[in-house]
T-cell receptor, first 114, second 113 residues
């Protein structure tokens, strides 16, 4: 069974641009969550989608948005990029959502903003 | 306000000895706790979990202990192996506003041969 797939793996953008990251969850998983990882900050929760609806949102500015499609694939968009947005963005999928079950992570997209 | 804290950013242990990684949490709504391991350039992988109705869960060399009154959990790795060298993240989830996985900042474990 294929794991969580994130594309692209690496991305370099300039300040002010926008970026879209993609995540394909494990087949059958309906919940997709996004996290930002920066050095020393651990994994910061961005948002969770379940059945095409945003079910939960972390403490990030409105420049960070996402959506989920009917096939459970999810995209995350960051507009007006700032240098501080440089991070590893991780997507995780789970079967019914993150309640007493483990989430499976993709390899992440390394975003560098210059 | 960090609801899940891993106060040791790094830990070095000799091969064959016990590794003990610690995690503290503040949110009483958390009722499920997990440990993830992360190698560089890879996503975190699930290691072991524990529900709040238990105080210990064991899986091979890995044991997680939960002390609810102290809001503290720990991961024991015995015996430690060089391949265990990675960043270990503690995570917690619960119900209501605590339903998403909340992660600690991680502890870099280095197992010395």
């Amino acid at each position: 069974k294929a794991g969580v797939t994130q594309t692209p793996r690496y991305l370099i953008k300039t300040r002010g641009q926008q970026v879209t990251l993609s995540c394909s969850p494990i087949s059958g998983h309906r919940s997709v969550s996004w996290y930002q990882q920066t050095p020393g900050q651990g994994l910061q929760f961005l948002f969770e989608y379940f059945s095409e609806t945003q079910r939960n949102k972390g403490n990030f500015p409105g420049r960070f948005s996402g959506r989920q499609f009917s096939n459970s694939r999810s995209e995350m968009n960051v507009s007006t990029l700032e240098l501080g947005d440089s991070a590893l963005y991780l997507c995780a999928s789970s079967l019914i959502g993150q309640m007493n079950t483990e989430a499976f992570f993709g390899q992440g997209t390394r975003l560098t903003v210059v | 306000d960090q609801q899940v804290k891993q106060n040791s950013p790094s830990l070095s242990v000799q091969e064959g000895r016990i590794s003990i990684l610690n995690c503290d949490y503040t949110n009483s709504m958390f009722d499920y706790f997990l440990w993830y391991k992360k190698y560089p350039a890879e996503g975190p992988t699930f290691l072991i979990s524990i529900s709040s109705i238990k105080d210990k869960n064991e899986d091979g060399r890995f044991t997680v202990f939960l002390n609810k009154s102290a809001k503290h959990l720990s991961l024991h790795i015995v015996p430690s192996q060089p391949g265990d060298s990675a960043v270990y993240f503690c995570a917690a989830s619960g119900s209501g506003s605590a339903r998403q996985l909340t992660f600690g900042s991680g502890t870099q474990l280095t197992v010395l041969p």
